[in-house]
């Protein structure tokens, strides 16, 4: 289980990579800048507590460096945190992006550890990764809603019945070969 | 006295070119055992679902590493079980390559002429189809009517699947459900089993030693089949004979392991790796435009937002693959899927400031149905070079499935990145024409450039210095181990490489059955294909003889 202050910063983290909506209007880790649901509300925090990811285990040691790493951000650049919440959370909006951009930067020693969180942060919003695809999708998952996925057929399964302009579009080159391939 | 098992041949890895040595031994009488270091799925299992453990990700390995990360399949079947298909004959420039080399890479007696035959043998084995319009998606039909609108010409491309079966799902990468797609399972695979083969999934090889009398052994670990960060016991095979196709991301690697016990490995091992020269760009497809100015419409008013219909790449443009260009201009453009969750994070917006995250990003994806990505597959440098090898396999895990961190190293030179940056500002030329889309290529700062089609990191070649096999695949300096995967391809192919890996492989097969008997086992060369047909295996009669030595 994730303690509040750990809970809020990866909150904070994941609406950094696929901002959302507040839950309520006294909401610190979702800063709030989009109209729908990121990937907060798709589940990034239940994808990455499943430890099927592999990330589980350090969470604790993600909080404590993004906090650190906010701490030290601020201190640079003269910003005062509102000491209520977690470091990073207090960084507006477009300061948290900042500070991602600079830990996931080529070069920077670190760079892998916060691709591996961004990347499922973002997984819990563009795929759903934590839940059954056709369940995500019946429940209004914000992220497969957003991307226009339509329901599957009552078995499950997509199929498509109508795929093709179904007209030549193009001359073919003309060094095709009978088979069909490059000469 | 010795306990430990044996077999005529050892085969590691069930895909294309695994399968193809393990039927045509087991065909001809030697004893065969293939070890897969993934699961047996069968086509029921084959689900429609992103969540991590669903066979999207059973089936599927992701490994990054420095510079590049590869994706391959991870199950019995290998690459023909998770790949789309697309199945093209390599162009007849690609064998003349020099590369970064500066001398012909290909060994002298292949070219595109001596290897026709073989792919013959194949078309012959896994049923191609030659797509017409009709077979094409939405999205490769966009992809013709962009490319016609900027002149340039653009072609269905052949595919191993079965148009008739085909739902259009485009779930292929999580192993077709509906028996449209021809993989490995169809043909070679029950083939080789009919005759004997004994496939053992979640067996993973990590080395190989010496043995008594002349066999070497195969130390291998069996892997969890849910959680395959765990092994669940390990084992000894010993084999007069061993046929590696692990992946060109994983045999360099047990080869490397193997130095210890074996001796000095050639130094083309693990070294001249190509990604096959792939890079995606992403286009967001202005529907109105594609209404407008191509003429577009699904017949409801709609364009086209149609992204997710189809079954992988359907279209390419192959005006550059000609071969009086100089090298490293020459590559194709091919329409492609890519399903969310395996990369989709690497697609940047547009802009003077692209970005892989953030606001903006959310707004590209809320326009997922209109996108439509590119594919391009230039020539590369073979510039990967594997470091040491991790503890076991080629990765250390890090989730339970799916994804871990490798060993290569792939620092682009300057003629991949040239030939990168001539494709990208081809597909904004082509598809930011007329205001049609808005095309972005997709980022290498997170994870390093991107292949599907790891090639070439055991490569054959007639220089001993620069190939790691000669040109009938044994490794040079130790005799009796063979390798036929997408690693023995010189270089990058500008088309996808199955159809070649394959070709190789059923060329391959006469050299290794000569080197078994060699060996004392009791094998023959000259199986039909999987299926019976045998007019492909007169043409290659003749070819069969050079290499079996008769």
């Known amino acids: 289980m994730l303690d509040e202050t750990s809970r809020a910063t990866l909150e904070a983290f994941a609406d950094t990579i696929v901002p959302g909506n507040k839950r309520s209007p006294d909401d610190r880790a979702v800063a709030g800048v989009s109209p729908t649901g990121g990937a907060v509300a798709a589940g990034a925090l239940e994808l990455i507590q499943w430890d099927a990811t592999g990330i589980t285990a350090g969470l604790d040691d993600y909080t404590r460096s993004l906090n650190d790493h906010a701490r030290e951000y601020a201190d640079q650049r003269g910003l005062t945190l509102d000491e209520d919440v977690p470091p990073f959370v207090a960084l507006p909006f477009e300061e948290r992006t900042a500070l991602v951009r600079v830990l996931t930067a080529p070069g920077h020693p670190e760079k892998s550890l916060w691709v591996l969180l961004a990347l499922f942060c973002y997984m819990a919003y563009d795929s759903a990764a934590h839940l059954h695809t056709a369940d995500a999708i019946a429940a209004g998952h914000p992220g497969l809603a957003a991307l226009g996925l339509p329901a599957p057929d009552a078995d499950g399964l997509w199929r498509f019945s109508s795929w093709s302009y179904g007209r030549p579009l193009a001359r073919l080159h003309p060094k095709t070969t009978a088979s069909g391939s490059p000469a | ?550």
């Open chain 2, 1 to 550: 006295m010795n306990s430990v098992e044996r077999t005529d041949v050892l085969v590691v890895g069930s895909g294309f070119g695994g399968a193809i040595p393990a039927y045509h031994l087991a065909a001809g009488g030697a004893k065969v055992v293939v070890l897969e270091r993934g699961p047996q799925l069968d086509p029921g299992e084959f689900e429609h679902d992103f969540k991590l453990g669903s066979s999207y990700t059973r089936i599927f390995d992701f490994v990054v590493g420095d510079g590049m990360s590869v994706l391959g399949g991870n199950c019995v079947g290998g690459g023909s079980v998770v790949y789309f298909a697309a199945m093209p004959r390599a162009p007849r420039f690609v064998f003349e390559r020099r590369g970064s080399i500066n001398r012909r890479m290909w060994p002298a007696s292949i070219s595109r002429d001596t290897l026709d035959p073989w792919y013959d043998r194949v078309a012959e084995s896994i049923p191609i189809t030659q797509q017409g319009w009709r077979d094409v998606s939405y999205a490769g039909g966009l992809w013709a009517a962009a490319c016609d609108h900027a002149g340039r010409t653009a072609n269905p491309v052949p595919a191993a699947v079965d148009t008739t079966a085909c739902v259009k799902c485009n779930w292929m990468m999580a192993g077709c459900r509906f028996g449209a797609k021809q993989s490995l399972l169809l043909n070679y695979l029950p083939a080789a089993v009919a005759h004997g083969a004994e496939i053992r999934p979640l067996h993973e090889v990590q080395r190989i030693s010496r043995g008594d009398d002349g066999h070497y052994r195969v130390h291998y670990m069996t892997v969890d089949p849910e959680d395959y960060r765990l092994t669940t016991g390990e084992g000894v095979i010993e084999a007069r004979l061993v046929v590696l196709a692990a992946g060109a991301a994983a045999t360099p690697v047990i080869l490397q392991r193997s130095e210890a016990e074996l001796g000095p490995m050639p130094y083309a091992v693990g070294r001249y790796f190509s990604g096959n020269g792939e890079r995606l760009n992403t286009a967001v497809i202005n529907e109105d435009r594609a209404r407008e100015v191509l003429g577009l419409d699904r017949g409801d008013g709609t364009a086209y937002a149609a992204f997710q219909i189809g079954k992988g790449p359907t279209v390419a443009n192959w005006d550059r693959l000609d071969g009086s260009l100089p090298e490293y201009t020459r590559y194709s453009l091919e329409q492609l899927y890519f399903p969310p969750g395996l990369g989709t994070i690497l697609a940047l917006t547009g802009g003077p400031d692209p970005m892989w995250f953030g606001l903006e990003k959310k707004e590209m994806l809320r326009r997922w149905q209109s996108w439509l990505i590119i594919f391009q597959m230039i020539e590369d440098d073979n510039e990967g070079v594997f470091g040491p090898p991790p503890a076991r396999g080629n990765a250390d895990r890090i989730s339970q499935q799916m994804l871990g961190v490798g060993s290569l190293s792939y620092k682009p030179t300057a003629n991949t990145q040239a030939a990168w940056a001539m494709a990208d500002a081809e597909c904004k030329e082509i598809l930011e024409r007329d205001g049609l889309a808005t095309v972005t290529p997709w980022t290498n700062d997170l994870v390093g450039a991107y292949t599907v089609h790891p090639l070439a990191s055991c490569r054959i070649g007639d220089d001993p210095r620069t190939s790691a096999l000669d040109d009938r695949h044994e490794l040079r300096g130790h005799p009796g181990i063979f390798v036929t995967d997408g690693s023995a391809v010189p270089g990058a192919l500008t088309v996808n490489p199955a159809m070649t890996i394959a070709a190789l492989a059923e060329r391959a097969v006469p050299g290794i059955v000569r080197a078994a008997r060699e060996r004392g086992v009791q094998v023959t060369y000259g199986a039909p294909a999987p299926d019976g047909s045998t007019s492909a295996r007169r043409a290659t009669a003749p070819l069969a003889s050079a290499l079996l030595g008769e």
